[in-house]
């Protein structure tokens, strides 16, 4: 993706201050999935997109329930999203990265919080517009 469609992917959702986006290809061997990670010592974001592109499914995890059961038991809360577009794969990447970017540089929080950033790209790939507030309504879910 060109640098346009990029800034143009991401337009709408909340910046990652004093980070830098980078998109790459991402090249595999059978099917596209999804690949992104942050450097917080190089101050980077890099997100990956698969190329060549085809639209493709994921099943995302974004949680845990617990099970009436003896001991502590707990079925994982998943939900099957397709990707139809690079646009659609870079502003849910960028939604989970920048929410790692959130806990550690804005919280001051561990990062490694995999579900939680799985479940705030989930609620908020396909709005228009995210904010700050939104990501503290997602810190702050009902339990």
């Not at 502003?91 to 804005?106: A, G, I, P």
Request: contains cysteine.
């Amino acid at each position: 993706m060109d640098e346009a469609a990029v800034r143009a992917a991401v337009a709408g959702l909340p910046e990652a201050e004093g980070y830098e986006l980078i998109v790459q290809p991402l090249r595999y061997r059978s099917a596209p999935h999804l690949a992104a990670y942050t450097v917080f010592d190089d101050r980077t974001i890099t997100l990956q997109v698969p190329e060549p592109f085809h639209p493709f499914g994921e099943v995302v995890h974004y949680g845990a329930k617990r099970l009436a059961a003896k001991g502590m038991k707990f079925v994982p809360l998943s939900e099957g999203v397709t990707f139809r577009s690079r646009a659609e794969v870079v502003r849910f990447l960028y939604c989970h990265e920048w929410y790692h970017w959130y806990l550690y540089e804005v919280l001051h929080k561990n990062s490694s919080a995999e579900t939680a950033c799985d479940r705030f790209a989930l609620h908020n790939f396909r709005r228009r517009v995210v904010t700050m507030e939104d990501a503290r309504k997602a810190y702050r879910r009902a339990r």
